[in-house]
């Protein structure tokens, strides 16, 4: 059984920092990516941040600079580190895995997602 489960959304002034926290259940033979996106209302879900399985990271242009991307030495952990946090930041963000796992096969697997909203 897959599932990715998010913590760590909530309310923040501008300027404040939040840590995204997606702990993966499941057992994967391979993973190809993982990484946090993000969508606001009106908008198209966005790549946040992505690692692949050469960790390579990727970040958005918009929270590059002010955002990390980390993962558990048991690699069953990802973490997103947002600091200096904009009201553009606020979205719905959610932790995605694509890779292959025991039950599930090949696919992408996604969390249900947090809040994160910064407003003054």
């Known amino acids: 059984q897959v599932q990715l489960v998010e913590s760590g959304g909530g309310l923040v002034q501008p300027g404040g920092s939040l840590k995204l926290s997606c702990v993966v259940f499941?057992?994967?033979?391979?993973?190809?990516?993982m990484g946090w996106y993000r969508q606001a209302p009106g908008k198209h879900r966005e790549s946040v941040a992505v690692v692949t399985s050469t960790s390579n990271i990727t970040y958005a242009d918009s929270v590059n600079g002010r955002f990390t991307l980390s993962k558990g030495n048991a690699k069953n952990t990802v973490y997103l580190q947002m600091n200096s946090l904009k009201p553009e930041d606020t979205a719905f963000y959610s932790c995605?895995?694509?890779?292959?796992?025991?039950?599930?096969?090949?696919?992408?697997?996604w969390g249900q997602g947090t809040q994160v909203t910064v407003s003054s």
């Open positions: 995605h895995v694509r890779g292959y796992e025991e039950s599930g096969g090949w696919g992408d697997f």
């Open positions: 499941g057992s994967f033979v391979s993973v190809v990516g």
